[in-house]
């Protein structure tokens, strides 16, 4: 009796190490792979339970292979701040299969999505299959195309359509080949992503994770194989997109050419252009008085990064255009908040004092350069109004007020100070 006792006991503690191996059960190993899609981190790590991390030091578009880990009950914890807190702290099931666990969206925010891999259709011979995964935080639905190089959109249906953001799609067949992988926003043939041709291999599976580095409406995609080992890469986005502030007090509008060709026109003193796509890497911008074209004011060579929001603001007088370049964040601000930064581009003006409904946010703001971004309490329907001050920096002399601007919630604005400095203008911008 005792022997038996003991040997059930014997049993038990085996069951129970057993268990513990498996975190809480779930029948053999997982596989996971890590896609970091969260723009605004530095780097970030990722660890299951109170394990050692999974990763650490990942930086953003980076991604693993699969790893193995205990399956059953775990928390996913993500820290952006090497441990210190966790802006991801949830528990989720996995079995003995193939997952991708994605974390996207700004830190305030971020949100991780587990995809089950297991049990793929096998596709028939001759074609591969394919599916979308939306994670472009602030972009909305998109529509993704497979095409012969070149094809017109207009004159073809998407392969997959209206793909919301934290939806993954269902698998479509496609004829094996090499395609051109473009995406649009959802019903438009208004371009947001666009690629090399690659290759799909006959009977191989592929998921096209869309997400965003910032911009307000273009994206990129990971590009992940539903393979053994969970290989996958980056396709950087061929678009970019860029805006114009005319800040100057050239007599006539101005206008815009990149590469030698006029793409915006008749912009006023105080205008900001919407954005405009073209192709990113070295675009050479070169500024003209509507009323005197073919005479450049001022040439800028800058290099528009792959799938991001550039502003370009020109301030000073025709016979030496200063220009300043902006790296835009659009991503979406947090729950009830607006995003705010500020321009001084008032030639001679000096530096600048910002006040937000009198308190000082912004300390010192030179000409001709931005500040960084804060955030805002605002309303999402009818917007919170603001009073935004702009002193002599160090002193108690104001050189522009605006008394009542409206501010809505999940919105990005600039607010720039143009004009002589002896009759500086406000113009606020809503950039998203």
């Known amino acids: 009796m005792n022997s038996r006792r003991v040997l059930t006991a014997l049993f038990c503690l085996l069951s129970l190490a057993l268990v513990s191996c498996s975190k809480s059960g779930g029948g053999g190993n997982a596989n996971i792979r890590i896609v970091n899609a969260i723009p605004d981190a530095p780097a970030i790590s990722v660890q ?57 969206g700004p830190v305030v925010s971020a949100t991780g999505a587990l995809v089950f891999e297991g049990n793929l259709p096998t596709p028939n011979a001759g074609t591969f299959n394919f599916r979308v995964i939306n994670v472009a935080a602030g972009i909305g639905a998109v529509d993704l195309y497979l095409t012969p190089a070149g094809t017109d959109l207009n004159s073809t249906s998407p392969n997959i359509s209206n793909v919301a953001v934290g939806n993954t799609s269902s698998f479509v067949a496609v004829n094996t080949g090499t395609y051109e992988l473009r995406a649009t926003a959802t019903g438009t043939k208004d371009v947001i992503y666009d690629t090399a041709v690659q290759t799909f291999t006959n009977q191989a599976s592929y998921q096209a994770v869309v997400f965003t580095k910032g911009s307000s409406k273009l994206v990129s995609v990971a590009l992940l194989n539903l393979d053994s080992n969970g290989t996958g890469q980056v396709n950087d986005n061929f678009l970019a997109a860029f805006k114009v502030v005319n800040a100057s007090s050239v007599a006539s509008p101005l206008n815009v050419l990149v590469d030698n060709n006029i793409v915006l026109s008749n912009i006023p003193f105080a205008g900001v252009s919407n954005y405009v796509t073209t192709n990113a890497g070295p675009r050479t911008f070169t500024v003209q008085a509507t009323a005197t074209p073919g005479a450049n004011l001022v040439t800028l060579v800058t290099t528009l990064t792959s799938a991001t929001d550039t502003s370009l603001v020109f301030s000073g007088p025709a016979g030496a255009l200063i ?11 947090a729950a009830l908040r607006a995003r705010v930064r500020f321009v001084n581009v008032s030639p001679n003006l000096g530096p600048l004092d910002v006040y937000v409904n009198f308190s000082k946010q912004i300390t010192g703001l030179g000409g001709n350069s931005g500040s960084t971004y804060i955030d805002a309490t605002a309303d999402a329907t009818i917007g919170t109004n ?35 400095s002896n009759a500086p203008q406000g113009v606020v911008a809503k950039d998203d």
């Open 323 to 333: 220009p300043l370049v902006l790296n835009d964040n659009n991503l979406p601000p």
């Open 386 to 420: 603001y009073e935004f001050d702009f002193n002599v920096a160090n002193t108690t002399t104001p050189v522009l007020k605006l008394p009542a601007v409206t501010l809505i919630a999940a919105h990005t604005y600039t607010i720039y100070v143009v004009g002589p």
């Open 48 to 104: 299951l339970d109170k394990d050692s991390p999974l990763v650490t030091g990942m930086q953003f578009q980076q991604l693993t292979q699969y790893m193995s880990t205990g399956s059953g009950s775990r928390e996913f914890k993500v820290s952006a701040n090497a441990g210190a807190s966790f802006a991801i702290d949830t528990t989720l099931s996995v079995s003995g299969n193939n997952y991708t666990y994605i974390v996207y």
